[in-house]
Each structure stands twice: as structure tokens, then as C-alpha cells.
């Protein structure tokens, strides 16, 4: 069992007892955590979609699936079937090491990086985030020849953006702090 799970299941679980959920199996927890990086037609460069997919499982410890264009695009110049994507599914251990990766070392490397805005849970309770440069992670070398953003979407079975922000913040993820005044 991870660091961040034995944590989720020793004081958070409790935690959230006490705001009255009646059982554990009520509580928010962590499903899934999805991670994309978009590829698209126009790079030139013909290793880019090698090396895109060699940092992603560098990231994730897990090889990435290609995604390919279910519609085609003429004003990107995107046919059916085009390799436009990558896309890693985390689970389990795997997920917690990353969710403990993403909140403890990655998001306080980010430049100007003041927090998670609140804003960015929808009202499934799923944390939406986007990553400009893909070498804030510690797996990345900073030599790189071209910089990729990534989109990192946390899945949670909270029944509200609050609950699931609440859930989020007591496993270690920073928020920005709203300003009274």
C-alpha cells in the first residue's frame, strides 16, 4: 500500500466520518486518474510522436495508448484513423504514486504556480488540469529538443465540487486561497 493511500484510509476516511457520512463506503474517494497529450498532424519532426509517448510513460510508468481521429478535420488537415493523441489510464498503486508525485513535486515546480483553481472541479467532482511544459516533472531531462503540455484529469465519486475539493485538499493538493475583501 502507498504513502498516499494509507493516508487516504487512516485519516482521511475518519476525517470525513465526522462530517457525518455514514459510512466509509460513502466517502469521496479517487477513482481514476487520466492523463493526454495531444499530438495533432502539423509537427514535422518525424520521432516527435515516439518521443512524446517515451516521456509519457517516463511520467506515468505505464506505456500510453495512441488515439486516433474519429472525425475528420479538414481545417487541420485531419483525417479518420490520423494518430492525433496519447492518452495513459492510471489505477490503483500506480495512481496513488502519481497523485503523490503530481501534489508534492510536480505542481510546486510549475512557474508562478499559486495554487489550484477551485473552478477547475466540475460539478461531477473531477479535478480538470492542463500542464504547459511537460518538463516540471523529475523524470524529464530539461535537454529536451521541443516542449508538450498535457491534460491531467482526476476522477473522484464526489457527489459535489466541494466534497470532492475537500478530498483533494486532504490528500495534498494546493488550492488557491480566495480573497476576502
Do not use: C, W
Not at 3 to 25: A, D, H, S, T
Amino acid at each position: 500500500m502507498s504513502n498516499l493511500n494509507r493516508i487516504y484510509q487512516e485519516k482521511i476516511v475518519p476525517k470525513f466520518l465526522e462530517k457525518g457520512y455514514k459510512n466509509k463506503m460513502a466517502v469521496p474517494k479517487v477513482i481514476k486518474v487520466v492523463i493526454n497529450i495531444g499530438i495533432g498532424k502539423q509537427n514535422s519532426n518525424p520521432g516527435y510522436k515516439q518521443e512524446v509517448a517515451a516521456n509519457l510513460a517516463k511520467i506515468t510508468g505505464q506505456k500510453p495508448a495512441i488515439r486516433k481521429a474519429r472525425k475528420a478535420i479538414s481545417g487541420f488537415k485531419v483525417k479518420i484513423g490520423d494518430e492525433v493523441g496519447l492518452i495513459v489510464t492510471l489505477r490503483g498503486q500506480k495512481m496513488y504514486d502519481f497523485l503523490q508525485k503530481l501534489a508534492n513535486i510536480t505542481l510546486p515546480r510549475i512557474r508562478d504556480f499559486r495554487g489550484i483553481d477551485p473552478k477547475s472541479i466540475d460539478e461531477h467532482g473531477n479535478l480538470n488540469l492542463g500542464i504547459k511544459e511537460h518538463i516540471v516533472f523529475p523524470e524529464i531531462s530539461h535537454e529536451v529538443t521541443e516542449l508538450h503540455g498535457l491534460g491531467i484529469t482526476i476522477n473522484t465519486n464526489a457527489k459535489s465540487p466541494d466534497a470532492a475539493q475537500q478530498l483533494l485538499e486532504a490528500l495534498g493538493f494546493p488550492f488557491k486561497k480566495e480573497k476576502n475583501g
